[in-house]
């Protein structure tokens, strides 16, 4: 009965260093989003997942950007060689399925990322 | 494409004022529209949804075919109101950019 989790909470790492943070979904939800939010901005979309399979990528801001899931569980979004214009909070929501109501996203309470 | 525009990245009210947050979509179809909010050290949640037409701690929003609007609305705002507000569309969620509303004592 959990919602959204999201980790590690805070992540502090040098810049050119490589790092993973984790989304554990709410049981049965399909879809999939992952968001930034640099401070003092808005939310950035940059990919979703419907099931394991994410089919569009065109909001990831570069190719060091990646990300994956499990089936219709945990999904992973790995920044390649940061880049301290990487710092931000990175969000990811879910929701039951993709096409059709109800339409809510449940997010979860985001990584702080900070590269040094 | 689904957009929503929030014109206003900050607002500031006195207690017990009236507030508006402005949110204008552009897209063709039928709209489904709603506002999420994020109150400090707080995760993003939803506030409200234009299709159950209610009112959530006190907040309205109305959509406007007409004027192609969904404005957050509160006739007399609280200082517990001052938070991070989005509208957005439904679907993969272009989110707007956000308005931060301060309500203050």
């Known amino acids: 009965g959990a919602g959204v989790s999201q980790s590690p909470s805070n992540k502090v790492t040098e810049k050119g260093k490589d790092v993973e943070l984790r989304c554990d979904p709410i049981s049965g939800h399909t879809a999939l989003y992952w968001y930034r939010q640099r401070l003092g901005q808005g939310l950035e979309f940059l990919i979703y997942?419907?099931?394991?399979?994410?089919?569009?990528k065109s909001g990831l801001p570069s190719d060091r950007f990646s990300a994956e899931r499990t089936g219709e569980s945990v999904s992973t979004l790995t920044i390649q060689r940061t880049q301290q214009e990487d710092s931000a909070v990175y969000l990811c929501a879910t929701r039951p399925q993709l096409a059709g109501p109800p339409y809510e996203q449940y997010f979860g309470p985001g990584t702080r990322l900070t590269v040094t | 494409a689904q957009r929503v525009t929030q014109p206003e990245k900050l607002l500031s009210v006195f207690k017990g004022a009236p507030v508006e947050l402005k949110c204008n979509y552009s897209y063709s179809g039928s709209p489904e529209l709603f506002w999420y909010v994020q109150y400090s050290r707080q995760r993003l949640q939803l506030l409200l949804r234009?299709?159950s037409r209610e009112s959530i701690k006190g907040f309205t929003a109305d959509l406007n075919k007409g004027e192609t609007s969904f404005h957050l609305k509160k006739p007399f705002a609280q200082e517990e109101d001052s938070a991070m507000y989005y509208c957005a569309p439904r679907g993969y969620m272009r989110f707007g950019a956000g308005t931060r509303l301060t309500v203050k004592p």
């Open positions: 997942f419907q099931g394991n399979s994410a089919p569009d």
């Open positions: 234009h299709i």
